[in-house]
């Protein structure tokens, strides 16, 4: 018996910095789980489109492990709902635009990535506008994060 892919969308502003991340950290953990997992990231606007992530997210994720480099920002479209399982926002405010977009009830579960770390309501900040360290404390939320969603989803589906 085939399991479907589960597939997983990250979302934030500007898809160089938040998302990016979790889609990085969460392709390394899929693989270590031994699951067969689709993952993407996006952004709520297209002023990065075509963009690597940010030099600063990408080196805070180098440090420990992840390639960011490879990932190239995009914007959310309205097919996403349709083809993703999971719509994961990295902040209330995007997960306000997120309910709001045409075609937001087609599919996808939208949910805010620090519920899948117990943390409900919690925001993950955007590191943009500061320092390096701001980019290490997303990396620490994000991983509780990634790890909560593949232990939830992923304990129903097969390591094949």
């Known amino acids: 018996m085939t399991t479907d892919p589960v597939r997983l969308l990250f ?6 910095c938040r998302s990016p991340t979790a889609d990085a950290i969460a392709r ?3 693989i270590k789980a031994g699951l067969d997992w689709q ?3 996006a952004g709520t606007g297209g002023w990065h489109v075509g963009e690597t992530p940010d030099a600063r997210a990408v080196e805070a994720g180098a440090a420990r492990g992840y390639d960011l480099s490879v990932l190239s920002a995009r914007e959310i479209c309205p097919d996403d709902f349709a083809r993703f399982d999971h719509i994961i926002a990295m902040d ?3 997960l306000r635009f997120l309910r709001r977009v045409p075609g937001a009830g087609r599919g996808g579960r939208i949910s805010l990535m620090m519920e899948w770390a117990g943390e409900p309501g919690a925001d993950v900040p955007d ?3 500061g320092n390096a360290d ?3 404390g997303v990396l620490d939320m994000i991983e509780r994060g990634v790890d909560g969603l593949v232990a939830a989803v ?5 390591s094949g």
Not at 11 to 16: A, E, F, K, S
Request: with cysteine; glycine share 12%.
């Open 154 to 158: 992923g304990k129903d589906q097969s």
């Open 28 to 30: 390394q953990r899929v």
């Open 92 to 94: 209330r405010s995007h």
């Open 11 to 16: 979302v934030c502003t500007g898809n160089i």
């Open 127 to 129: 590191p943009y506008y």
């Open 39 to 41: 993952i993407d990231s």
């Open 134 to 136: 701001g980019f290490e």
